[in-house]
């Protein structure tokens, strides 16, 4: 599922914006999700599972209870498909740079070999 999908929902980036203030037990997600969107616990589990799948959270096991965190991943990678769509001459750029920056090596190899033949 691509990013902007996953963010697309308004249960996810809520229960998103929870996780970014710190861990919380998936009660505590569960029971904002059911009084905020009136959805059932079931629901709840399937937006917690899309976010786990898409690299959005993490979950840990403490007991019986489920601890759910913030997973930078995919907030890194929604990052940066926003970032294409806001400067999508970013990434061109960046190859040119590179390009030249080769460019520039090669040359500067090509004149110190050529200094050490006239030497030898």
């Known amino acids: 599922m691509h990013e ?5 929902d308004a249960v996810r ?5 929870v996780l970014a203030l710190g861990e919380q037990p998936a009660g505590v997600l569960t029971d904002i ?8 616990q079931p629901a709840v589990s399937q937006h917690l599972r899309v ?11 403490e007991g ?3 601890i759910y965190a913030l997973d930078r991943a995919g ?6 498909a926003l970032a294409q769509l806001t400067d ?3 990434q061109r750029l960046d190859a040119l740079h590179t390009e030249v920056a080769r460019a520039r090596r090669a040359a500067s190899d ?7 033949r006239k030497i030898s």
């Open 33 to 40: 999700a059911r009084s905020e969107f009136g959805i059932s």
């Open 75 to 80: 907030v890194d990678a929604a990052s940066r």
């Open 110 to 116: 090509r004149e110190n070999e050529n200094r050490e």
């Open 51 to 61: 976010l786990r799948e898409n690299g959005f959270a993490m979950v840990r096991a």
């Open 4 to 8: 902007f999908e996953v963010l697309a």
């Open 64 to 66: 019986t209870r489920r």
């Open 13 to 17: 980036r809520r229960l998103l914006a």
């Open 88 to 90: 999508p001459l970013a």
